[in-house]
């Protein structure tokens, strides 16, 4: 009952980014410094926020449903250690944003859509392998890319994101061998993927 409420707990935590979950035009505009921001890079915008959230939450999910307890942990560890650094440097560093009017001090280093996304991406390929960790940082580098059109980030904070959330796991995650078994095999029509594991 105290790995489920745990893993309760983190799912919270995961969600509480919520006010980005919504399409509701918020990133279509004309930023201080001139630059437009039209409808095709606000919607990649929204749908990186979604992405975000959903590649360390995806993760989560995984490990709860295979009964990875230590993998739970392990993503906990690397999460929370990557959100932490993040926020510190955002009000350490206090670099301005992109879309912001001259010498504005913001909080835009390093990139926190990034460093989440690759947290979550980074644990995939620690714990179970390029297969599925390629296209999950495929995704993690959508979110990167969305901060970066959008104006919300320059390249400098997205790749030092994308370094916490790897170097982070890099650190904390440990490739799984429990019981799970893992198949993927190309088909006619796409792909197979099954696993199977006691529970």
């Not at 392990?74 to 206090?94: E, H, I, N, P, W």
């Not at 059109?149 to 799984?176: E, M, P, Q, S």
Request: proline letters at 4%; charged letters at 15%.
């Amino acid at each position: 009952m105290k790995k489920i409420l745990g893993s309760a707990l983190a799912l919270i935590v995961f969600m509480s980014d919520g006010w980005g979950f919504w399409f509701n035009g918020a990133y279509e505009y004309t930023t201080a410094r001139g630059y437009r921001v039209g409808k095709t890079a606000a919607t990649m915008g929204e749908i990186g926020d979604w992405v975000q959230i959903l590649l360390p939450l995806s993760a989560l999910v995984y490990s709860t449903s295979i009964g990875d307890w230590d993998g739970n942990k392990q993503l906990a560890y690397s999460v929370g250690a990557t959100a932490a650094t993040t926020q510190v440097l955002k009000y350490t560093v206090a670099e301005e944003r992109p879309n912001a009017p001259d010498d504005t001090r913001g909080h835009t280093f390093p990139s926190g859509h990034t460093s989440f996304a690759f947290s979550g991406a980074g644990y995939w390929q620690r714990r179970s392998g390029w297969y599925f960790g390629g296209p999950m940082y495929a995704a993690a580098s959508f979110v990167g890319y969305s901060r970066v059109v959008t104006k919300k980030h320059n390249l400098l904070d997205v790749a030092a994101g994308a370094g916490l959330g790897i170097g982070f796991n890099c650190l904390f995650t440990t490739r799984y061998t429990g019981n799970a078994q893992i198949a993927a095999e190309p088909t006619d029509g796409g792909a197979y993927i099954g696993f199977k594991t006691p529970f």
